[in-house]
Structures are given as structure tokens and as C-alpha cells.
């Protein structure tokens, strides 16, 4: 796990044949390619700590958000294994996101074992599946679930708007459910979001109508994020197309400078309650709002898991209470 730092960005890279893990762009599909200077081939680590024995982590695309699954789904034809897939991390306890990295004896290889006991395995140089471990030698079958973890720094190049521009390549019109809300000052989110129906893949496009839909000009400066299910982490939007498909899209809008809301107000003579305006905030950076809102994520889930136990002990508790175990004052409250 040394080389698995929570926020990070990493290339995954098979030792075989040296191709990048590659988040393909329907959003869905997971390959190799040759080349790793690309958000598609950049994941993010996020670190499950629930379980600190197993430490167990998940790894979401740099480029769409969504993240690195195993499925119960056999490989198509001349291919071993079950099939790799981008999925939305919708409920916490969802296994099939979640990844145990096993450092080899010899080299800096790890091994990627799935939540099913199967390995992330090279098939060809192209293809991705989960499939069994082969350890008995040392043979190139064998190393095919050997993967190389390249650190991306910040001095990194990957390019930061991949991809051709919406006006280089001709598809077919994608119409799509777009759902957005903007981030409070520290980051937070509510369940206000707000839905509409977009078409095309442009980015461009989706901010000019989020803009008009948002009022954010208001806003000197803001960012997109996606999000990939209720549990998934922000990711910014920073492609020039979105996924090539017809799926939900979650988009939050994330404050990274101050606004002039509140200057027409003051100019007026009104007076503007502190806590009620986003103009009196301290601005932070997009790092800054996101750690603290990933950390009261985290907070809310643990206090619904610790509700949720007290609730299990005392339905057993009940379960096991005999009438005769009562007391006399006890049970003239049962009664009532």
C-alpha cells in the first residue's frame, strides 16, 4: 500500500506488455492503451478505512469519476476472466469497487485483488479482466496480473482539457438527465439538486447552460465537478466531452472565488447578515472545500453506522428479554 496515498493520482501500468488501465470514453468500459499522458489514464486513490487490517482501496477515473469495478460477468470469447467496468459508488457497503494491493516479494509490482479473490489481469495488452492468480512460476502468464504504480506529481504532464473539441468529431445527438447543485462556502452539499434535460457532449455547452440555469454569474471564478454516485468523491469535469452515453449526470459547482452578490446590497444601504452571504466568506481553493467535505462525509457515515448498531443491539436486547425478568414497576410501564 506504500504506493497508494489517498487523493493521489496514479498511471497503472501493466508490466507485460506496458500499457496504461484506460477509463474508455462511453464512460463504462475500462482498457489498456499505450499512452498515459491523459486524464483517461490517471485514477484517483481513495482509501476505504473502515477496515484497517485488510486496508482496502477504491481508484476512480481522473477523467469521468466514476470508479474501478470487477464484475460477475464473463470476458467475451478467447478472453480469461470476468469483465472491468466503471460504476457508480452508490451504496458504502458495494464490494464490487473495492481493491486489496499486495506488494510482491521481489520489485515494486503490486497485485491488485478484488473484493471476489480474483486479480486485475492483462489479457492481450488491451483487454482487461479479473481472473484467478497464477503464481507457480514466473512465467509471462503469471505476471500478467503484475501492475506498476506510477505516482503523478503535481509537475506531471497530463494534459488538463484532453480529448477533440466537440466541433472534431460528428455522433449521434446523446440527450441526458443533468442534475447540479452548488456547493456552499465550506463545501458541503445539500440535497437540493436541481434537474434538466441536456443534449449533446460539449462541456462548453453544459456550462453556458448551467451558467444561465445557476445564476453563477455572479460568480468571478468556479469550477464543475462530477460526482459518481452519493458516495463517490468530486472530480473535476475537465474534459472536452463529456461520457459517450445517455446516463445521469451529476454536477456540482464548486466556489472557488469571491462574488459581488452582495455589494449591490451594501450600496443600497441594506444590511447583509454575515452567514447569509457567500461574499462575506473566506474563499478557499477546490482541495481545500473538497478535503472538508469528504471529511464530513465520512463523519455522517460513520454516525449513521454507530445508529445503526445501537439500533441492532436493542432489537436484540428486546429479543431476549423474558416477562418474568421484569420488575413489578417495569412492567406497569410495559403495560402502559
Sequence with gaps: MEQFHD???????SRVHGTYLHADDDGRGVSLRPHGASLNAAWMVHLDDRNPVQRLLLLHSAAYGRYLAGTTTPAPSGLLGYRVAQRDFDLVDDDSVLWQALCLDSGDDVLLRHATGRYLHDNDGTSITIHDH??????SSSRRTHWVVETIGPKDSIPSLSGPRPSQIQDEPVIRNIRFIRA?????LSDNWTAFQFSGRSVDGLKQELARRAAVDLVIQYSLCIRAGCHGRLTPLLLHLLPHNNETLDVVLMMTGPTNSGSGEKKAGKKVATSD???EHPVIGLEEARSKYLRLQNEVICEERKRRIKREQFEQMKRNIRWDDLTLEEKKITRK
Design 134 to 139: 497464477e503464481d507457480h512460476d514466473s512465467s
Design 7 to 13: 487523493g493521489h493520482r496514479v498511471w497503472l501500468r
Design 277 to 279: 452571504s457567500l461574499s
Design 184 to 188: 456552499i462556502p465550506q463545501g458541503l
